[in-house]
């Protein structure tokens, strides 16, 4: 198989440890078994569970799985039941193969990126609907520059009569991503904390879409002192938050 490959015997089959890694560092393992005349080479499942796992809705698209079938078209794979598949049939080399499911099963992994840009957008599109609603003016993605020189782009710089507010809208389906959301977050308040300060002082609010469960409380107290936060679960609340900056 080469030396980047290890096998080891897993009841009726066999599994290999491929070099190949998953978005949060998980070793891609596929499982070999004979069936007749050719082996069977496969993930179990597991790329496609790891990839619902890491998402907000737990049903894919239309796009999304054309996406997922597109990759492993690519690489001569089929999906079945859940599971990446490809035959190794008679004069056929088994590490080839192998290899073959192992880059499907990146490049579907992969797609979790796509898939997170797409839920945040779709999240940050729904609050720009609520400000409309709620007649707030505001500017979306606007470029500012923190003390460091770095330029930040919180998602909506909202106007109201008593006080204007900036706001990160702090998105993920993954646990494991979401430290590093609210981090990045507190990052660009202490940033532009300057803005923070003056006669037209501008509020800071963290809004955390909790419409899935993947935030702790230490998530939660990372940019508190910062900011105000808010919840999307909370839409009433959130409003209010932006009308009594002041």
């Known amino acids: 198989m080469g030396a980047l490959f290890s096998c080891i015997p897993h009841r009726d089959d066999c599994r290999i440890r491929t070099p190949y890694l998953y978005p949060d560092g998980d070793n891609i393992e596929l499982f070999c078994k004979p069936e007749g005349d050719v082996i069977a080479v496969s ?126 809208v702090l998105s993920t389906g993954s646990r494991s991503a979401a430290r590093s959301v609210a981090e990045h977050v507190l990052a660009a308040w202490y940033d532009l904390n300057h803005l923070a300060a003056g006669p037209e002082a501008l509020h800071f609010v963290s809004l955390f879409d909790d419409t899935a469960d993947v935030w702790t409380q230490e998530d939660f107290r990372l940019v508190e002192p910062l900011s105000t936060i808010a919840r999307w679960s909370e839409p009433d609340r959130f409003v209010e938050v932006l009308a009594e900056a002041a």
């Open 43 to 168: 993930d179990l499942g597991e790329t496609l569970r790891w990839l619902r796992m890491q998402t907000l809705s737990p049903r894919r698209s239309p796009k999304q799985n054309a996406l997922i079938a597109d990759a492993c078209l690519t690489h001569g794979v089929e999906i079945y039941k859940g599971m990446l598949l490809a035959r190794c049939r008679q004069g056929e080399s088994l590490a080839a193969v192998a290899l073959r499911v192992a880059q499907a099963a990146l490049r579907v992994s992969d797609l979790w990126f796509t898939f997170r840009t797409r839920a945040v957008e779709s999240i940050t599109d729904e609050v720009a609907d609520l400000l409309t609603e709620r007649q707030f003016p505001f500017d979306r993605a606007e470029k500012l520059a923190g003390r460091s020189g770095r330029a930040w782009s919180p998602d909506f710089h909202v106007r109201a009569p008593a006080q204007s507010s900036l706001v990160y």
